[in-house]
Structures are given as structure tokens and as C-alpha cells.
T-cell receptor, first 110, second 116 residues
């Protein structure tokens, strides 16, 4: 099942914080986060594992909610380079592949 | 460091034509994947290969075939292209045999395919 991302789009000023959510109908045991700039390939940001361990970007963090059916990605003190579309990917039941959300478009303005 | 290389970068086809999209990785990864990306729909898995010599269907395999030529190369073939296959195609790879929840996907730059 495809995870649902929110918001669909957000515009922030440089230096503001951003939160992007990824929700599933089932408990998540892993969430991948990628950023894609227009016309480019998705780039790995981080992985959030079921125990809360994080692998990836130093300036980006993520967490699960209490039921582990939602993950939130936190971008603090956003920079112009943070602009792009953010995708979460969640493993399916058989652990065979990632299912990606439809993306959140983040625009950082000066 | 080339990473994952896809060719061609752009292609325009007529309905009914066939073509093969090429993907090669130089990271000694075992698993490789083909995705398509359409506006508003995110990335959807077409086929994947957990190791050399094996391939499996993903979410949207109809109209496509794949070949895992060797450990480095994984090609995607459209036998009879249809306008619905107009999309951006991304190849990706991961180190392990089969998908592993704690391994990031490394993507190529994509192939932009238009079918008229």
C-alpha cells in the first residue's frame, strides 16, 4: 500500500523549520527518505529503523509516532538547497521492495 | 565515481516501436531495480533483480521485460511501446541480495521516454 505524505507542498523562508509526514495504514518497521530536485535523480537522505536508529544525513532527523504508523522528517534551519520534492519509501509486507509516497514539494525562499 | 549509469538520457518513440533501456552500476551491488515516475504518482517498481540471474515482477510489470545480463548490468525492454509508457525511468541498486530495509537505494539519472 502506498504511504500518504503530507503536506503535498509547503513554502518556507530560509532558516525556518520544516516537518514532512509519511503515513501508513500498517505499522512501519523502516522508512526511507529521499530528496529529488527537478529533472534529477532521487538522492538518499536517511533511513529510520524500527528501533528509532537513523542512518544518513547529519542535519536531518526523523521519528515514528507512538503507533509507528507515521514517520515525520524534520529539516531544521532550512537552506535554499533544501528545496525539492521529498519522498518517503516504506517496505512492503514481504520485505521485497519499497513503496514510495507521492511526494512533498518543499520550496525555500530567501 | 560513476555509480549508476543509464542510457539513453532521452528518447522519443512511435507507438509500436521497441527499445531497450540500459543500466549499469560500478559499485559491485547485487540487487538492481527499475522504476517509473509519473507526475503525481511517485516512483513505482517495474521489475527488480535480487542477484545475477534472477528477476521478479514489481508493481507495474505489464508491457516490460528485463534482463540481468551480469552483475553490473540490468536492462529494461519495451517490446511494443504505448503512449501510456511515456514516463521517466530510473534504475537503482542496493548492495545486498534482495531488498534490505536498512540499505539505501542508489539511483541513476533517469531516462526520459516519450511515446507518440
Amino acid at each position: 500500500q502506498q504511504p500518504v505524505q503530507s503536506p503535498q507542498a509547503v513554502i518556507l523562508r530560509e532558516g525556518e523549520d520544516a516537518v514532512i509526514n509519511c503515513s501508513s495504514s500498517k505499522a512501519l518497521y523502516s522508512v526511507h527518505w529521499y530528496r529529488q530536485k527537478h529533472g534529477e535523480a532521487p538522492v538518499f537522505l536517511m533511513i529510520l529503523l524500527k528501533g528509532g536508529e537513523q542512518k544518513g544525513h547529519e542535519k536531518i532527523s526523523a521519528s515514528f509516532n507512538e503507533k509507528k504508523q507515521q514517520s515525520s522528517l524534520y529539516l531544521t534551519a532550512s537552506q535554499l538547497s533544501y528545496s525539492g520534492t521529498y519522498f518517503c519509501g516504506t517496505p512492503n509486507f514481504g520485505n521485497e521492495k519499497l513503496t514510495f509516497g507521492t511526494g512533498t514539494r518543499l520550496t525555500i525562499i530567501p | 565515481n560513476a555509480g549508476v549509469t543509464q542510457t539513453p538520457k532521452f528518447q522519443v518513440l512511435k507507438t509500436g516501436q521497441s527499445m531497450t533501456l540500459q543500466c549499469a552500476q560500478d559499485m559491485n551491488h547485487n540487487s538492481m531495480y527499475w522504476y517509473r515516475q509519473d507526475p503525481g504518482m511517485g516512483l513505482r517498481l517495474i521489475y527488480y533483480s535480487a542477484s545475477e540471474g534472477t528477476t521478479d515482477k514489481g508493481e507495474v510489470p505489464n508491457g516490460y521485460n528485463v534482463s540481468r545480463l551480469n552483475k553490473r548490468e540490468f536492462s529494461l525492454r519495451l517490446e511494443s511501446a504505448a503512449p501510456s509508457q511515456t514516463s521517466v525511468y530510473f534504475c537503482a541498486s542496493t548492495p545486498g541480495w534482495g531488498f534490505n530495509a536498512d540499505q539505501p537505494q542508489h539511483f541513476g539519472d533517469g531516462t526520459r521516454l516519450s511515446i507518440l
